[in-house]
C-alpha cells in the first residue's frame, strides 16, 4: 500500500490526544480539502509501496500499544483489512483517521471521523478544479451513520469561523450523533493561529456539550512533517 511516512510521535488530536503512537500515513485521498494540512498525500500525492508486513515490523518495533493510521485516505485503500488484521494480531489500539466517505468492514478501535464542512471546499485552489467534486461527496451520510453504527467513534470538525457552527450543529442532528463524541478543533498550522480560534471554539464547546480538540503537534512542531 501507498504510505507518506511512517513515524513514532504522540497522537495530538482528538478524545486520545497525548497518547504515544505509531502513525502509518498512507497517500492517496479522494477529496481536495483546501486547508490540507498533509498535501503531500492528496494534492500532490507523495510515498511509496510498502508491504504491510513492513509496516507491522515497524509497529512492533516501536510502538507502546498505540496504532494510528491515517492520511490521506486510508479507507480508499483495500489493503487497509489485511492491516488492521495484522495490527489486531500484535496487540494494538487501531485508530483510524478518515474522512469518512468510504465503507470498509475491517478492525478498529477507534475510528475518528472528520466529516468536512464548507469550509474546505477548494472553490480556488488549482483554478477550483477539484472544488464541484469535492463539494459532492465531502458528506456521505449513509456512510457517516454506518461508520457511526459499526464503530466505536469520534466525530472531529475542522472550523475555521464562527459561521461553520451553525453547519456543524445541522450535521450533528441529522446523524443524532452524541454530543460527548463530538470534538472542535481549529483549523490552523501556527499555534497563534490555534489560539486565537481556540478561545471561541472553547465558548461554543462549553454552550454546546461538545469536546475541544487540540492540535498538540502543531503547538509543538508547527507544521513540520513526521510529528
Ligand atoms: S480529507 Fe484529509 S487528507 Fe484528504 S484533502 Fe482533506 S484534509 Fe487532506
Not at 488530536?13 to 505509531?22: C, D, Q, R, S, Y
Not at 494540512?37 to 500499544?65: N, Q
Not at 478498529?108 to 463539494?135: Q, Y
Request: glycine share 8%; hydrophobic share 35%; with cysteine.
Amino acid at each position: 500500500m501507498k504510505i507518506a511516512e511512517l513515524f513514532y510521535s504522540i497522537q495530538g488530536e482528538g478524545i486520545l490526544a497525548g497518547t504515544p503512537a505509531v502513525f502509518v500515513r498512507t497517500s492517496g485521498c479522494n477529496l481536495r480539502c483546501v486547508w490540507c494540512d498533509a498535501d503531500y498525500t492528496s494534492w500532490a500525492p507523495e510515498g511509496r509501496d510498502v508491504e504491510v508486513k513492513e509496516i507491522v515490523r515497524y509497529v512492533r518495533e516501536h510502538s507502546r500499544g498505540y496504532t494510528v493510521v491515517t492520511g490521506g485516505e486510508p479507507m480508499i485503500l483495500p489493503e487497509i483489512v489485511a492491516l488492521g488484521r495484522e495490527l489486531r494480531g500484535i496487540g494494538q489500539h487501531i485508530t483510524i483517521e478518515t474522512a469518512g466517505t468510504v465503507y470498509r468492514e475491517l478492525e478498529c478501535d477507534l475510528m475518528s471521523i472528520s466529516p468536512k464542512l464548507r469550509n474546505s471546499v477548494p472553490w480556488e485552489r488549482e483554478g477550483g478544479r477539484w472544488a464541484e467534486r469535492h463539494n459532492r461527496l465531502r458528506l456521505q451520510y449513509d456512510v457517516l451513520q454506518k461508520l457511526m453504527e459499526r464503530y466505536n467513534y469520534q466525530l472531529k470538525f475542522v472550523v475555521t469561523q464562527p459561521e461553520d457552527v451553525t453547519e456543524v450543529l445541522e450535521i450533528v442532528k441529522r446523524l443524532r450523533a452524541k454530543r460527548d463524541r463530538v470534538l472542535l478543533m481549529p483549523e490552523g498550522v501556527q499555534a497563534r493561529v490555534l489560539a486565537e480560534r481556540g478561545r471561541w471554539i472553547v465558548e461554543v464547546c462549553k454552550r454546546e456539550g461538545f469536546r475541544y480538540s487540540p492540535r498538540l503537534q502543531v503547538e509543538l512542531w508547527g507544521a513540520a512533517r513526521g510529528y
